[in-house]
């Protein structure tokens, strides 16, 4: 009874598939310029008549008679379409934008059934990635690189340390960006459902480039401090050198100034003043003067 009642069911699901055809939709997507194959994809079809390819603008791409066993084209899709009389696959050839759509086979008889639908999504290729290396420091036992992973619309920051790094994904609609390590390079791969570019770094020899550099500078460092030292003392002994000197020619460089002034009232005739101011300008800015005036005499 059981046995009976699971028969039942299964040649009551197989005509309610087969009176109400195959009709799952299938997403196919196609880069531009590429073709496409679309099958009926099953091996058990319904008695039929004709059976025929249409897109969603209700265009008939192609019809094949069961009688001549023949497929007529379209005349609109003669050059970009193939058909195979024995699998009734369809092949649409340089997919353009425009030819995005619902494509459906269908079996003719007494009644139409939907064979199988496919939803056609013409896309372009992605774009090349760009992988950027931001910083990056070795040391003997250790490497560590920081950098970007960018395309589209996305972008990932990691970081590469002692020979790994973690894997990480993004995504955007149909645009997926991974980033990727192994111990010898960076991957930054960029991908949708037709296409993928990579980009990548080889991180061994960047980390390699990098401790030769740092042992380059620290040798370089050991032979440079000794020269610093020793241009710094030459310099400290000319200068103390060069002060000595200027001091000791302001000392025996004293200089002694004699000033006579002479004031004559001319219209007096008389020499009301004559003195002697004599300026003995030492070192360190100190002057002394000494004045001597004599007495006043009338001519």
């Known amino acids: 009874s059981i046995l009976k009642n699971i028969l039942e069911l299964y040649l009551k699901n197989k005509y309610l598939s087969l009176s109400s055809g195959f009709s799952a939709e299938i997403s196919v997507f196609v880069q531009m310029g590429a073709s496409v194959q679309l099958d009926i994809q099953t091996q058990e079809l319904p008695e039929f008549d004709d059976l025929y390819w249409k897109n969603d603008k209700s265009e008939n791409i192609v019809k094949y008679t069961n ?17 195979n ?28 059934n939907n064979i199988v639908t496919y939803r056609v999504s013409v896309i372009d290729a992605v774009e090349a990635p760009v992988l950027t290396m ?7 036992d250790s490497c560590t690189v ?20 973690s894997k990480e994904e993004v995504t ?46 620290e040798t370089d460092s050991s ?26 020619k302001d000392v025996l460089g004293t200089k002694v100034y004699l000033n006579w002034e002479l004031n004559v ?21 100190h002057h002394l003067s000494v004045v001597w005036a004599p007495p006043q005499c009338i001519l």
């Open 265 to 285: 009232f001319s219209n007096l005739k008389t020499i009301q003043s004559q003195r002697i101011t004599i300026i003995i300008s030492a070192s360190f800015g």
């Open 223 to 248: 032979f440079l401090w000794p020269v610093v030292a020793l241009v710094a003392v030459i310099i400290l002994i000319c200068v103390s050198v060069f002060l000595y000197y200027r001091h000791k």
């Open 85 to 112: 009389n024995k699998t009734f696959s369809l092949t649409l050839k340089n997919m353009q934008k425009t030819d995005s759509g619902l494509y459906t086979a269908v079996a003719s008889g007494e009644s139409d």
């Open 146 to 165: 920081n950098f970007t992973c960018r395309a589209h619309e996305l972008m990932i920051d990691s970081s590469y340390q002692n020979n790994r790094c």
């Open 67 to 83: 009688e001549s066993k023949k497929g007529k084209l379209h005349s609109s899709h003669k050059d970009r379409v193939y058909f």
């Open 172 to 217: 955007s609609q149909i645009n997926t960006l991974i980033l990727d390590c192994s111990q010898k390079s960076i991957i930054c791969n960029h991908s949708n459902p037709v296409s993928w570019k990579e980009d990548r770094i080889n991180i061994t020899q960047r980390c390699d480039d990098n401790k030769k550099n740092n042992s380059k500078n």
């Open 134 to 140: 931001n910083s990056n420091g070795s040391s003997s």
